[in-house]
């Protein structure tokens, strides 16, 4: 794309500035991140036009204010409209961003989308649009979840990508599939083990970011690494994302219908 340097952002770039700044680790947002560097080169800025976009974008990210986290004193009036309408929307938001790629690259929709497993979506028509929408979300909210986190499990501090999930707090299948399911607020980075408790109700964490460990496992029989291991994070605080701060309203769902207290 020709030199745009200058020039007023417009509409598509400034929501495929807001996609990228969800799914980026808020101390990643610099020149030389290759996201930032490859999302430079198609809209024809600089690495630094698109960061600065991406932090003006950040001063209307209410869980920083929430943790008194600075940002750009200041964002357009575009800014403020393309996250109003989709910081509620984010599967929209996910969905829109690829469809705006692919044309600016003048690519078909299918060739851009990064998910896995793409062969398997069923022929052109309204059932398979959804399942892309499905699908590209689901991608979203994994990418966006992990990445607050910074690749790290929110209970054991473990690093290991592999062996990471990103795990519902209201589960799918009763969140609200516009403005819940790919909502990374609704989202923990939990390794498998603690994912698999957490989503069976034997761990759950409070309004205070603290673990709580369900009395239903308490005497259950294990060793004493396993039990160090499970019991040992009982009451500590998770570690926190750098954005997006797990949803109240999620947790206290968690703790009213799928903890086991």
């Avoid at 979506?121 to 910074?150: A, C, H, W």
């Avoid at 209201?170 to 607020?185: A, H």
């Avoid at 259950?220 to 019991?231: L, N, P, Q, S, Y």
Wanted: net charge neutral; glycine share 6%; hydrophobic share 35%.
């Amino acid at each position: 794309m020709k030199n745009r340097n200058g020039i007023k952002w417009s509409r598509d770039e400034t929501i495929l500035a807001f996609e990228l700044y969800c799914r980026t680790p808020l101390g990643k947002i610099g020149q030389s991140n290759p996201d930032i560097v490859e999302l430079a080169e198609l809209l024809g800025r600089t690495p630094g036009s698109v960061g600065l976009k991406m932090h003006n974008l950040a001063h209307f990210d209410s869980t920083l204010q929430q943790r008194n986290v600075t940002s750009m004193s200041h964002g357009s009036k575009l800014d403020a409209e393309i996250y109003s309408e989709f910081s509620r929307d984010c599967s929209k938001l996910a969905y829109q961003a690829q469809i705006i790629k692919a044309k600016m690259q003048n690519l078909e929709f299918r060739d851009i989308i990064d998910v896995d497993d793409l062969d398997l979506i069923p022929p052109p028509g309204e059932y398979r649009e959804q399942m892309m929408k499905t699908r590209i979300g689901q991608y979203f909210f994994r990418i966006s979840v992990l990445n607050s986190y910074d690749n790290k499990c929110c209970v054991t501090g473990l690093c290991k990508p592999e062996l990471l999930v990103a795990s519902h707090i209201k589960p799918w299948k009763v969140s609200d599939e516009r403005t819940e399911r790919t909502n990374p607020s609704n989202g923990l980075c939990l390794n498998s083990f603690h994912d698999k408790a957490f989503d069976r109700g034997l761990i759950t964490i409070t309004r205070d970011f603290r673990i709580l460990i369900s009395d239903a496992v308490k005497d259950v029989e294990m060793d004493a690494g396993t039990r160090e291991w499970f019991m040992g994070y009982s009451n500590r605080e998770i570690h926190l994302p750098n954005k997006f701060l797990p949803g109240k309203k999620f947790i206290e769902y968690h703790n009213e219908v799928i903890f086991q207290g």
